[in-house]
């Protein structure tokens, strides 16, 4: 399943026709449920208030990091980042409701759903504190989770998150009327493939299971749930900013961006470099440091996942 921003990238998907021929990737097996998406890891599951959350555990290390993926994508989306990191902390990938193994339902998606989810979430699995990693999206509630429940946190990664760039009313108001459940139900598999493409620098051939989990999805029982949830995240993300807030998290963080991000800033709404935007929210955190990765795009960490997990380990020995 590709890490599709829709809202993001809508217009990209409208003019995909424009684009050469893509592979249509005939020979994906359809699914019947989404938790039939093969994992990396073992899938467990955590009861979370009247939500199953599904998520992998790997390493032992006495540093636990817990990772939130983006909109659209699912915890496979960190396979790079645990292999890295595993040998020598505790990590934790988990689908946030609404995606991937977790429970789908009509559920009151905001940042302050996920992050109580998420402190629900770390209670349940017997965690007093942890570090907290999120991708884009899961950067944002990241942040929403740091500055509602400080206690519970030791450390913010951050990576290409969204929360820094900002919007204006009507911008806003934009994404909120811009994309439907119907319109995500009804996205190609050649428009998901030019979807996960402007994620990366350059796609990887490695990157290609994310493309055939978002097709092989769209027979699912529950994908309509799925395509529900993702235009109520947009929302969430827009109905919660953040960026005034950046200045009273006095955690370590840990800030990290493709220099040839696509996706922030938003390049229809907000045209220019991506350094500006990851500059400008770095600024605003009074304990943050920020490193930005060449020939790397949205989804830097998988892309570039020595170099962003060698930053991660040298982050926890500070």
């Known amino acids: 399943m590709p890490h599709n921003n829709f809202a993001l990238f ?28 093969a994992y990396p890891y073992p899938v467990s599951t955590v009861r979370v208030a009247d939500m199953d959350i599904a998520y ?16 659209g994508s699912y915890l496979p989306s960190w396979k790079k980042t645990i292999d890295g990191l595993r040998e020598s902390y505790t990590c934790i990938a988990l689908d946030l409701p609404g995606y991937g193994h977790s429970s789908k339902g009509n559920y009151p998606i905001s940042m302050t759903f996920y992050a109580e989810m998420l402190k629900g979430f770390m209670k349940a699995m017997g965690i007093r504190k ?38 204006t009313a009507g911008q806003r108001e934009w994404f909120r009327s811009a994309l439907t459940a119907e319109g995500v139900r009804l996205t190609t598999p ?8 402007y994620n990366f620098y350059d796609l990887p051939a490695d990157a290609g299971f994310m493309i055939e989990d978002r097709i092989a999805m769209r027979s699912a029982s529950d994908f ?36 040839n991000d696509n996706l922030i800033p938003n390049r229809y709404l907000n045209p220019g470099p991506t350094r500006e935007i990851a500059e400008d929210g770095t600024a605003q955190l009074p304990n943050a440091q920020l490193h930005m990765i060449p020939k790397a795009g949205h989804f830097v960490h998988f892309e570039k996942a020595d170099t962003v997990n060698a930053l991660i380990r040298e982050f926890f020995e500070r």
Not at 142 to 147: G, K, Q, R, T, V
Not at 226 to 249: G, R
Request: glycine share 8%.
């Open 130 to 167: 942890a570090t907290i990693g999120g991708h884009s999206m899961g950067g944002q509630i990241a942040i929403f989770f740091s500055l509602a429940y400080p206690d519970l946190a030791n450390r913010l990664i951050l990576i290409a998150p969204a929360g820094f760039e900002q919007f």
């Open 56 to 71: 992998v555990q790997e390493g032992r290390g006495t540093d636990t990091l817990i990772l939130i993926h983006g909109l």
């Open 224 to 259: 309509r749930a799925y395509c529900a949830a993702i235009p109520l995240c947009v929302q969430a993300m827009v109905n919660d900013p953040v960026y005034d807030y950046l200045q009273d998290i006095n955690l370590p963080v840990l800030v990290i961006f493709g220099d």
């Open 10 to 37: 809508l217009l990209l998907a409208l003019l995909s026709f424009t684009l050469p021929s893509c592979k249509v990737y005939p020979d994906v097996r359809p699914l019947e449920q989404m938790k039939e998406m």
């Open 190 to 197: 050649e428009q998901i493939r030019v979807n996960m493409a």
